[in-house]
């Protein structure tokens, strides 16, 4: 059965509301659909409720919550001597604000070191823009130039690393039963002599001595 | 604390649309709270409902107490007023309707009944579910429904007087 228009009036709330059903919604929108003076009335009384749940709460007058807090509990009894004197520390006195004077401190003593400050020795001059300027400019050097030798360094050693290791590993060979009086470690028909001696032979001496003679001395820190 | 305050001194003022009296009235409701906590029952329902219908109860006492007053100076003599009154000093709280169309619905709010009013305002400026208007206000749901659509019919049908259309 069609909607009349009192039944939508009646049910308006409820379909703004969400609280139909999927039948009563249909049989709703149905007849709204095809009612000028009904599909008027929704359409204000929906826009209203949309920007009334979108108003702002009042803020509440200062005093308020400390009267309130009078009222029910009392007065704050005052305090005396030391701690009315230390009254101002207390908003200070929290966590948090432990906390950011730690980070700010810390970052203080970072960018200082940085930048090449000395606490001990900072005077008035330091603190000029253009020494400040001058002073991280001349550390960012020092850093480039220090980090660009290290690198240098490891360059060097990693070449005559590489040099000295054999140039290609010999293939395995296949597995041969010892002789009944070689001793393990002996290799045949040679007679036995350290390990050792065997990875540095008179060929990457030479190969040493001329890399040597060719790559500037440099200490190597 | 400071989100209840908040909340009951919205309530009394979108009801009484008086900043002294929502001011008092706040007061009252956290005073009667105090010394009525021991009969709070969390069975009976949250606290923030059972603080609001303490406020319900302490709005419609001012509104009978407050209604002899109301009969001699009737609403539409009594707006003129409220107007001047507030577009001449303007405070903070009431420079945020100022303007808005809240403006223009605390005074529709102010034109319709109690029973419609306090309705309205638990669902639509308080978004009290509707189960929890029926604890607040005592009556059964049929009622609740039929009194939230009947005061927004008739808000809207105020606010058209008036010449304001919701965008």
């Known amino acids: 059965m069609a909607w009349t228009c009192e039944q939508i009036e009646s049910r308006l709330s409820e379909y703004l509301d969400h609280l139909l059903g999927a039948a009563e919604r249909h049989e709703f929108e149905a007849h709204a659909a095809g009612c000028a003076r009904c599909t008027e009335l929704v359409g204000r009384v929906g826009k209203l409720v949309g920007e009334m749940h979108r108003f702002e709460p009042l803020e509440v007058p200062p005093r308020l919550v400390s009267n309130i807090l009078e009222q029910t509990l009392g007065k704050r009894a005052e305090k005396k001597g030391w701690r009315a004197w230390l009254g101002w520390l207390r908003p200070i006195a929290q966590p948090r604000f432990a906390y950011g004077a730690v980070t700010v401190f810390v970052t203080t003593i970072v960018l200082s070191q940085a930048l090449g400050f000395q606490i001990r020795k900072i005077s008035k001059e330091n603190l000029k823009p253009a020494n400040i300027y001058r002073a991280a400019d001349r550390r960012a050097h020092l850093v480039y130039a220090r980090s660009s030798k290290f690198f240098s360094d490891l360059r060097v050693v990693y070449e005559i690393q590489s040099r000295l290791r054999p140039e290609a590993e010999p293939q395995a060979a296949p597995e041969q039963q010892p002789a009944p009086n070689q001793r393990p470690g002996q290799s045949e028909g040679q007679p036995t002599r350290p390990r050792g001696l065997n990875r540095a032979n008179n060929h990457n001496f030479t190969l040493l001595a001329s890399m040597l003679d060719a790559v500037p001395v440099r200490s190597m820190r | ?148 659509n009947r005061g927004r019919i008739e808000l809207a049908r105020l606010l058209e007087q008036m010449g304001v259309r919701p965008e």
């Open chain 2, 1 to 148: 604390m400071r989100r209840h305050t908040r909340r009951i001194y919205n309530l009394c003022y979108r009801f009484t649309s008086n900043r002294h009296e929502s001011e008092d009235l706040t007061q009252d409701v956290f005073l009667r709270v105090y010394r009525t906590l021991g009969s709070y029952r969390s069975a009976h329902g949250g606290f923030a409902t059972w603080m609001t219908s303490v406020t319900r109860n302490l709005l419609i006492d001012h509104y009978r107490r407050t209604k002899r007053d109301r009969l001699t100076d009737s609403l539409e003599d009594a707006l003129p007023k409220l107007e001047e009154k507030e577009s001449a000093g303007r405070r903070p709280d009431q420079a945020a309707l100022a303007g808005e169309l809240s403006e223009q619905v605390q005074r529709a709010l102010g034109k319709i009944s109690p029973d419609l009013r306090e309705a309205v305002i638990l669902r639509d400026l308080q978004g009290l579910e509707y189960r929890e208007i029926q604890e607040v206000l005592g009556v059964p749901e049929g009622t609740v429904k039929s009194r939230i």
